[in-house]
């Protein structure tokens, strides 16, 4: 996350903490606070935490002070757990921690949008969107992913490419295709126009005076907002059972959403689907080129595949029963999300007093989840820092891979990211080869983890 980010996000609790530090009697209970520091009166650690490497930060605090340890960022107090079973508890105890985002980012992607809320409306549109995500509504959006893959490979072939940008043109495809199903090709350009420059205010400081791009993300907004309420009066003289996509899932009677909440939650949608399956798909390119053998083995797998399909004289194109024979990738996957865990935390809100294992946790401190340290953590997996997929052939142990998070707000488009990532995969290995330019091995974060430069690569036709 950037300094931006944090800024905006922690500068409106200023106020309130540096007044209760000073105002507010403490409570009756007895109950220590957990360990750690809190660094100077208002800026707290922040400094600490952005000279360096947030994770370094993070390890260095753990290794002193154990797997739960109170911070300071930006005035804001915080408590970073790093041990599976407090991870569990946070992220299922939604009566106790409420999700948090800074009010900019609201705006942003809508007040409405299903990340922000609890309770019935959450529990509503969560139904909704899960019905559309999973296994058996994705299967048949197959064959679409897959034209899709073809058309962007074929367009990246004898190319210099930056990688995670053309995974997010790839990702933002599947995205409106499972959002706007065969209707997307009408409402691409528009869309892709105004959400791209929304996305470029994203992580910008929250300015709203004209010219800055805060103030043309707003407006990009406003756009999409326009361009979707004509998506829907259009959709509203069609035949319901033309479509299964979110928009109908949406529009469903029964589901009582207006123009607006469906708005912002599409744009949410689109917000979470892209730049994460983007980046995990960067990663997997990454390391299947640092991992000859790795790579070997998925082209393998992903070769006896088209040979048992030359073999039956089935229709060439990739189902459901196939992807789930692509065992081998589908390990590098997992441990890819692990190594990279490109959400290296998550956010929640204390709404009340709440003791755990002995310490208390103060109403309206944030909780951050550490999934990176959880899923670097050498108590649970084995030389963590190695990338090595095998060691997926055995289950983890439970709660220490959470790549999708737990609880009630755990990703609900899981499936689909995985699918989309598999039917890339099989076509990127069995056709292409590729090498990376310049290779350098920092890591950006742009808010998700992410190779330095978006891991710029040459890709060639084997044939
Ligand atoms: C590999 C790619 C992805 C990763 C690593 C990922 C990860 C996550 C994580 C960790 C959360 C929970 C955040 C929290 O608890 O604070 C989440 C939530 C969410 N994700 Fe994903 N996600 C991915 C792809 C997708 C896709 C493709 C979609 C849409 C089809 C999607 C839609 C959502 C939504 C709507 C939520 C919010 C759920 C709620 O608040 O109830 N994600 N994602
Ligand atoms: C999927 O394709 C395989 C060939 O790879 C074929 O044997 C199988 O019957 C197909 N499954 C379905 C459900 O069409
Ligand atoms: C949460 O974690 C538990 C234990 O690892 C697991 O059984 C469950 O499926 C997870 N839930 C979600 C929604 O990911």
């Known amino acids: 996350m950037e ?9 409106p609790f200023l106020f309130l903490v540096i007044f209760k530090s000073f105002f507010s009697p403490s409570k009756g209970r007895e109950l ?4 750690g520091t809190m660094g100077w009166p208002y800026i707290g650690e922040t400094f600490q935490m952005y000279s360096q490497d947030p994770n370094v930060f993070f390890s260095t605090k753990i290794k002193r002070y154990g797997s739960i340890f109170k911070s300071h960022i930006l005035g804001c107090p915080c408590v970073m757990i790093s041990s599976p079973e407090a991870a569990k508890f946070v992220l299922n105890k939604p009566q106790l921690f409420k999700p948090t985002f800074p009010a900019s980012k609201e705006r942003m992607l809508g007040k409405q949008a299903i990340f922000f809320h609890q309770g019935a409306y959450h529990a509503n549109l969560r139904r909704l969107v899960l019905r559309t995500f999973m296994p058996d509504a994705i299967k048949d959006k197959i064959s679409n992913i897959e034209s899709v893959v073809q058309s962007c490979l074929n367009s990246w072939e004898g190319k210099s490419i930056t990688t995670f940008l053309e995974m997010k043109t ?7 295709l499972s959002i706007f199903g065969k209707d997307e090709i009408l409402y691409r350009e528009d869309l892709k126009r105004c959400y791209y420059t929304l996305e470029r205010g994203y992580n910008s400081m929250p300015i709203n005076v004209p010219g800055t791009l805060f103030h043309k993300a707003m407006k990009a907004r406003k756009e999409l907002a326009q361009i979707l309420a004509q998506i829907i009066s259009t959709r509203r003289n069609k035949k319901p059972e033309e479509y299964n996509d979110l928009l109908s899932s949406f529009m469903d009677e029964k589901a009582g959403l207006s123009d607006e909440q469906i ?8 917000f979470a689907a892209r730049d994460t399956t983007a980046s995990v798909l960067t990663w997997i390119v990454k390391y299947l080129g640092e991992n000859p053998s790795v790579l070997e083995a998925v082209t393998e797998e992903q070769e006896a595949i088209i040979r048992d399909k030359e073999e039956s004289c089935e229709e060439m194109g990739l189902n459901w029963s196939d992807t789930k024979k692509m065992l081998v990738t589908s390990r590098v996957i997992q441990e890819t999300l692990r190594v990279a865990s490109i959400l290296s935390f998550t956010f929640r809100e204390a709404m009340e007093d709440v003791e755990y294992q002995g310490y208390l946790i103060p109403k309206g401190w944030k909780v951050l989840p550490l999934f990176r340290n959880i899923h670097h953590s050498a108590d649970n997996f084995k030389e963590p820092q190695k990338f090595d997929p095998s060691r997926f052939e055995v289950a983890p142990k439970p709660n220490t891979f959470m790549p999708f998070g737990n609880g009630t707000h755990a990703c609900p488009g899981n499936e689909l990211a995985k699918l989309e990532i598999l039917v890339l995969l099989h076509h990127l290995t069995t056709k292409y080869r590729w090498s990376v330019i310049g290779a350098k091995n920092g890591i950006q974060y742009g808010p998700f983890a992410l190779p330095q430069n978006g891991l710029p690569i040459t890709l060639y036709s084997k044939k």
């Open 32 to 35: 220590p606070l957990p360990p």
């Open 263 to 270: 708005a912002d939650n599409i744009i949410g949608v689109i």
């Open 3 to 11: 300094l931006a980010t944090i800024l905006c996000f922690f500068a």
């Open 170 to 176: 790839f990702t933002f495809k599947v995205a409106l």
